[in-house]
C-alpha cells in the first residue's frame, strides 16, 4: 500500500481525543442520496475482466452512512494497476459525496457485479479499490490494520492507557466519548440482515463503562454463506473468534469518517483474519468470553462492576481490552482525583487447566508502597496490571478468572509502630 494512504480501516469516530487527529466538526449528512438497494449483487467480476474497462467509466459503488440503508451511488473509475502483488483501481466518488475511514470493505460494482471493495483513499475523494478475485483468494498475513475503536466516558484515561503500548499498535486504537450505550441498540427497529454494503462491528469488549470494536462493511456473500468483508487486515492474526453484530451508522463528519454504534446482539463470528479482508461466519456466535470482574472498596463503600471480554487467541487486542476492562472501573473511583489515598490491591488470573495465579501489588518487588494522590495511585495499579497480564498470559491461553480487587482508605498512611521503625 503507497505510505501516503489512508487505510479505511475499521472506524474513524472522532469527537474527543482521538488518536492525536483533529476533531472531525458536525455530521455531514442531511439526506441519502443515490438508490436505495436491500438485495444481494448478483455475481462478481474477475480481475482479467475488469482490467478492460475503460478508464472514466461510471461504476457504482455501495454506501452506508447512515442507519442500515445501503445506497448505490455513481464513482468513476479513474484507472487500474498491479503494485507489489496487489490489483487495485482507482475511484473517484461525486463531487458532494465522500468517503473515509468506517468505509472500508463497501462493494464497487460495474453492471451489477462486484468488482472489489474500498479499503483506503488518499483522501476522502480519491479511493483505492482492491480486486474482489484478490479478496476471494486471500491468504492468512499481516496486512494494514483496520482501526478498533475505544468507546469510553473517559477518553483520556484510554489515551494514558495506549501510551503503554508500542506506537504500531497503539495506533491502531480511534477514542472517542461515546453519546449511546455501546453493545446495544437505542433504535426501535430490529437490527436487519447483512447484505453487501451494510455495516458490521466485531467487538473485543463490551460493558457498563467501555466498548472496544471494529466496525467496516460487508463485502461480498460466497456460496457457503460465508461473507468477505472489511477489505484488509484487522491485525493479521489469522483465526479469529470474535462476535459480529450489525452496526448503525449515526452519519457522516465532515472529514468523510462515520459515527456509529454495535446494534442489537451478535448473530455470527468473524473468524479469519486475512491479509485482505476478513472472513465472517453468519452460522450463529461462536465466540468465548471472560468477566473482566472490578471490585474497590473506598473507605468502606464497595463498588462492583463487570465486563465482558472476547477471548481472542491471546491477541494484543484481547490483552489491551482485558486491561480496560479491569482498571475502568477503578478510573471511575480515583483516577481524577488529587486526594491522598492508600492501600492494596490484588489481580487474580487463571486459564483452562491451571491453577489460579494471585498477584499482590506490594509482593512485586518493582513497586513501592501503594499511597499518593488518586490521580497517580490508578497510574501504578494500571502499569501493573499491564505487565501481569502480559508476563503471566501467552497466546493460546484460554482466560476462565479474570479480577482485580482494590481497597483503598483516603489520606496519608500511619506511621509504623517504634517496633517496626527499630527493625528497618
Known amino acids: 500500500m503507497k505510505r501516503f494512504t489512508i487505510p479505511f480501516a475499521s472506524l474513524a469516530m472522532i469527537l474527543v481525543g482521538c488518536g492525536g487527529s483533529s476533531g472531525g466538526g458536525s455530521s455531514n449528512f442531511t439526506s441519502p442520496s443515490g438508490r436505495l438497494v436491500t438485495d444481494n449483487p448478483t455475481g462478481w467480476m474477475d480481475w482479467a475482466t475488469l482490467q478492460t474497462v475503460p478508464p472514466d467509466t461510471q461504476m457504482m459503488a455501495r454506501i452506508c452512512d447512515h442507519g442500515f440503508d445501503v445506497y448505490e451511488r455513481p464513482v468513476l473509475l479513474r484507472s487500474t494497476y498491479e503494485e507489489a502483488g496487489d490489483k487495485m483501481a482507482l475511484i473517484e466518488p461525486a463531487k458532494n459525496d465522500i ?31 482492491r480486486s474482489i478475485e484478490q479478496q476471494m483468494e486471500a491468504s492468512r498475513g499481516i496486512g494494514a490494520a483496520s482501526k478498533i475503536v475505544v468507546d469510553t466516558a473517559y477518553p483520556e484515561l484510554a489515551q494514558k492507557i495506549l501510551k503503554h503500548f508500542p506506537t504500531e499498535m497503539a495506533s491502531r486504537y480511534l ?32 460493558g457498563p ?22 477489505g484488509h487486515s484487522i491485525g493479521g492474526n489469522g483465526v479469529r473468534a470474535l462476535p459480529v453484530s450489525m452496526a448503525y451508522a449515526d452519519g457522516r463528519l465532515q472529514d468523510g469518517s462515520i459515527w456509529a454504534h454495535p446494534s442489537g446482539s451478535a448473530f455470527g463470528t468473524l473468524t479469519n483474519d486475512t491479509l485482505h479482508g476478513s472472513v465472517i461466519s453468519a452460522a450463529g456466535n461462536l465466540a468465548k468470553y471472560v468477566a473482566a470482574q472490578t471490585d474497590v472498596t473506598l473507605d468502606g463503600v464497595a463498588s462492583h462492576r463487570t465486563h465482558q471480554v472476547t477471548l481472542d487467541a491471546g491477541s494484543d487486542d484481547e490483552r489491551l481490552s482485558e486491561e480496560y476492562g479491569l482498571v475502568v472501573p477503578l478510573y471511575y473511583a480515583i483516577g481524577l482525583s488529587n486526594a491522598p489515598i492508600y492501600g492494596t490491591a490484588t489481580l487474580t488470573l487463571q486459564v483452562e487447566g491451571g491453577e ?23 497510574l501504578d495499579i494500571d502499569f501493573w496490571v499491564y505487565f501481569a497480564l502480559y508476563e503471566n498470559l501467552k497466546a493460546g491461553d484460554v482466560v476462565t478468572t479474570l479480577r482485580l480487587d482494590v481497597s483503598l482508605t483516603s489520606g496519608t498512611p500511619p506511621p509504623p509502630p517504634p517496633s517496626a521503625r527499630r527493625h528497618r
Open 209 to 230: 463503562d467501555i466498548a472496544e470494536y471494529v466496525m467496516a462493511t460487508f463485502t461480498l456473500q460466497l456460496p457457503d454463506g460465508r461473507w468477505l468483508a472489511t
Open 175 to 206: 477514542v472517542q466519548r461515546h453519546a449511546v450505550t455501546a453493545g446495544s441498540s437505542v433504535r426501535a427497529t430490529t437490527p436487519p440482515v447483512p447484505i453487501a454494503g451494510r455495516k458490521y462491528a466485531a467487538t473485543f469488549l463490551d
Open 356 to 378: 489460579p495465579i494471585v498477584l499482590n501489588y506490594v509482593d512485586d518487588p518493582t513497586n513501592g508502597p501503594l499511597e499518593g494522590p488518586g490521580s497517580s495511585v490508578f
Open 99 to 129: 468517503n473515509g475511514p468506517g468505509d472500508s470493505g463497501s462493494p464497487v460494482l460495474y453492471k451489477g457485479k462486484i468488482v472489489g471493495s474500498i479499503f483506503a483513499g488518499m483522501d476522502s475523494q480519491h479511493l483505492y479499490v
